[in-house]
């Protein structure tokens, strides 16, 4: 796709302008293209850092009645005479005021519009950003895509949904590739101190075979002073077929969480 007509189209995705024939198109280029999804991330940035330039302000319609309004009360009292709280100077106090308040008013309710309004874009494109890192998780043909999607979760998400953690415990657990596993354990290892988490990197530990990745776990459970998988490690230090490495990373965390 040319960069030009995708630009234009990742625009209009972002702010949610394009049928849903052409979205999915869209996501599926995002799901295949990693060039296009760091274009998409760009542009998205530079959306979000115009919106936050925004501010509102009285609007120049009103702006220019009040002075003219100013302008033929202060006129009436240079032609009259001079008497102590003239109605007039009520009038254009009044009218100070009300534009005072109004505007403020008027800027607080526009300020929560606002700010419901990026609370919604924001879910819609965490949304959207969960919906193409699982796809890329479970992209069977590239291995590298596997790994990318991975590595948006690691830096995209700042708490990871159950649907999010179990496509990254999956891959941990079942890819066929060494590189997807150990990008998924990582990125599951940013998100330890939830609890759904701690527990399925405990549960991965009796079930995984891979020797990188159980040595990474091994570490991982230290770090996290997991006390519950002595008993896992003592089988693992005894377990016939095991690689002398991981028996060794074993006895270690033994002795670093007895």
Known sequence: MEKEKLESLLIDYIDGKLSDEER??????LVRNAEAFTLYEQLKEVIQAMNNAAR????????????KMLQEE???QKTGKTVFFQPALYRVAAAVLLLV???GIGFWISKQQQQAAEITKMKEEMDRTKQLLIG????????????????????????ADDEIVNALVKAMNDDPNTNVRMAALEALRKFQHQPYVRK??????????DPMVQ???IR???????????????????????????????????????
């Open 24 to 29: 999915k198109n869209v996501e599926q280029e």
């Open 56 to 67: 509102l302000e009285p609007s120049d319609h009103l702006k220019v009645a009040f002075d």
């Open 74 to 76: 202060m006129g009436k």
């Open 101 to 103: 308040l109004g505007g």
């Open 136 to 159: 890329m998780l479970d992209n069977q043909n590239s291995a590298s895509k596997r790994v990318e999607g991975a590595t948006v979760a690691y830096k995209s998400v700042v708490k």
């Open 200 to 209: 399925m990197l405990v549960a991965s530990l009796s079930t995984q075979k």
């Open 215 to 217: 040595i990474a776990l």
């Open 220 to 258: 991982l459970m230290v770090e996290m002073k997991e006390k519950g998988v002595t008993e896992e490690l003592q089988r693992i230090t005894t377990e016939e077929g095991v690689l002398p490495a991981v028996k060794d990373e074993a006895h270690i965390g033994l002795m670093r969480l007895s």
